[in-house]
């Protein structure tokens, strides 16, 4: 077993090496380069876990994040759940060098590392996981995350997505990750959300091209793209003058919003 444990290991370091080799630059730089992308992804993330550190940098071992913590980089949060075990977020120095590196500033509450909502992690560490594949694939040159952008959704009502992918010719994707199925006024005003957006076109700062629907269940995918199918009732909601919503009017989908709209179902 110790020597199945030392050949992997110099299996690892085999491979490590000949990436080094191949970047033409020395260990030292990639190391700052590494620490830089890590710091900027939590910066704008808030928070990130061990496994998508590790595909982020495309190592072959995991780590790394641990790493930076013990250099405090970083501070490790044991999750309620145990998947995954802990998430990662900015330590004082590892905001400060953010802060430093970065061309915007944002507010960065995770410094306290409890107001992460525990019950949102695995939801967003999907949206992580799809950008990062996004990015290495080409599909995307660019990303914004929502507190890059909050200031400009849900205006008019506006849908205001999970994250925004800008691709190589400049236009932007609404990207939502759904877990738990919508319904009735929720569907709705979700479904006019993203028709109001996609109307306003991809290169406006509140315009989308297209958007990208990713979920773990094969039923809230069937359900929404029989939601979005043209000439489908949708209901417009609003508040009556006892305060509750209620229906105001029915009208249809339009043609060409199916046509606007990926669904992307997430295996595993």
Known sequence: ?????????????????????????????????????????????????????????????????????KKNWLTSTRTKSGAPAAYYTLSELGLQEAERHSDTLFKYIEIDQYKVDQSKIRHYLIAQQATIQALKSGLIVDYETERMFQKDGDKLGIKRPDIVWITPGGLRYGVEVELSAKWEKDLDMFIIGILRALQSGGNDKLGYSRFIIFSDSGAIIRRYTAAMQPSAPLSLWKKNERGHWAIERTVKVPDWLINKVDFKLIEG
């Open 1 to 69: 077993m110790d020597e199945l444990k030392a050949d992997k290991l110099k299996n690892q370091l085999a491979a490590a090496r000949s990436i080094i080799a191949a970047t033409g630059k020395s260990p030292r730089q990639i190391g700052e380069e590494s620490l830089r992308k890590i710091l900027e992804w939590e910066y704008k993330w808030g928070y990130s876990s061990s496994a998508l550190g590790q595909l982020l940098l495309d190592r072959t071992s995991g780590g790394y994040m641990q790493k930076l913590t």
